[in-house]
């Protein structure tokens, strides 16, 4: 099993709850967080640049993003990975980011079920 750990900008979370829907995953984890990858939260518009123009240096800036947690079979991973990237990729940055992690086991608390049979 993996943990496909999913950060991305939050007016894509309807179609991701579909896609994870559609695969028909057990569950799914969701948190509205605050982040930032490689600019450190900077953009195009409000960047570097333009705080630099302003006469300061920019600090690290964090802009909201959702992060989906889903613990799936292992032969669903791709599939999630090709269909997250279909629907989030608009090519500027802050798209988003994938994380997959290994899952040791699964508890289903009410039954004692482990395993993928928690799922
Ligand atoms: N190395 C990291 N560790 C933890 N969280 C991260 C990391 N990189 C990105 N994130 C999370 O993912 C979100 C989206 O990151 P983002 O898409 O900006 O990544 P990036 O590497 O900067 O790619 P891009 O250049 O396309 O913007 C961030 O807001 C942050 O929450
Ligand atoms: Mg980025």
Redesign the pocket.
């Known amino acids: 099993m993996k943990e496909i750990i999913i950060?991305i900008r939050p007016e894509k979370l309807e179609d991701i709850k579909k896609i994870l829907d559609d695969i028909n995953c057990g569950g799914m984890t969701l948190s509205t967080?605050m982040?930032?990858?490689?600019?450190k939260g900077t953009t195009m518009e409000d960047g570097d640049v333009v705080n630099e123009l302003k006469g300061f240096k920019t600090s690290i800036n964090l802009?909201p993003?959702v992060r989906v947690e889903v613990v799936v079979e292992d032969h669903k991973v791709e599939t999630i990975i090709d269909k997250v990237r279909e629907t989030c990729v608009t090519g500027h940055?802050?798209?988003?980011?994938i994380f997959i992690r290994n899952i040791e086991d699964v508890i289903r608390i009410r039954t004692g079920e482990r395993g993928i049979k928690a799922l």
């Open positions: 950060l967080v982040g930032c990858g490689t600019q802009l993003k940055v802050g798209d988003g980011k």
